[in-house]
């Protein structure tokens, strides 16, 4: 079974400073993992992922991502948080030896950055 | 926008009843997934059609069916409504073809109210 943990239910942070928004995960084979955002009454959007080769991984709107295999994270980061960056996160993975293609999500991450 | 669009995006229903969700994937995606989105939560795979044939299923008892057409959309259908089916409805688009690290591109959503 695959599985996502995003242990922070909220990430306040102010703007300008760098943010991060953890992950970890548990899947057989090799890791596929994602990351997309929600805004609300919104449909999910995607950031970027993780496939394989460079751990840190750049994405859209200036998020970034470093993969720790020995970890098993998957952290989002951005060196300079926006007001607009404030939204819902989510981490989703798929692994390679499952035979599906269903992404698995984490609860999620309410982030909040503050004037 | 992702070029996935959903329909009805808000349907009020009462218990018992049935309805049906409609999705038309992105241009050129022939693989579609639908997941549920409970208040507070992640998204839950339900069921996953690639070229009009189901080929992946999570957690959730039959009344939960769904459709693929030859031009790639799909219809999710619920059966016997209950009150727990309340939830943001997701429809994701893919190309399969190109294996598990292929990102799927999300609609806004139907949110859907069980009285």
């Known amino acids: 079974a695959q599985s996502v943990a995003q242990p922070e239910d909220q990430v306040n942070v102010a703007e300008g400073n760098p943010l991060t928004v953890k992950c970890t995960y548990s899947v057989s084979g090799n890791p596929y993992l994602f990351w997309y955002v929600q805004y609300p009454n919104r449909g999910l959007q995607f950031l970027l992922k993780y496939i394989t080769g460079d751990n840190l991984v750049k994405g859209s709107y200036g998020f970034e991502a470093e993969f720790n295999k020995s970890q098993t994270s998957f952290h989002l980061k951005k060196p300079s948080a926006l007001v607009s960056d404030s939204a819902l996160y989510f981490c989703?993975?798929?692994?390679?030896?499952?035979?599906?293609?269903?992404?698995?999500f984490g609860s999620g991450t309410r982030l909040q950055v503050q004037p | 926008e992702t070029g996935v669009t959903q329909s009805p995006t808000h349907l009020i229903k009462t218990r018992g009843q049935q309805v049906t969700l409609r999705c038309s994937s992105q241009?050129?995606?022939?693989?579609v997934s639908w997941y549920q989105q409970a208040l507070g939560q992640g998204p839950q795979f339900i069921f996953q059609?690639?070229?009009?044939?189901?080929?992946g299923r999570g957690n959730f008892p039959p009344r939960f069916s769904g459709l693929q057409f030859p031009n790639y959309s799909s219809e999710l259908n619920v059966n016997a409504l209950e009150l727990d089916d309340s939830a943001l409805y997701l429809c994701?688009?893919?190309?399969?073809?190109?294996?598990?690290?292929?990102?799927?591109?999300f609609g806004q959503g139907t949110r859907l109210t069980v009285v």
């Open positions: 059609y690639y070229r009009e044939e189901e080929n």
């Open positions: 241009s050129g995606h022939n693989t």
């Open positions: 989703a993975v798929r692994g390679s030896f499952t035979g599906r293609r269903a992404l698995t």
């Open positions: 994701a688009s893919s190309l399969g073809d190109r294996g598990l690290n292929t990102e799927a591109f």
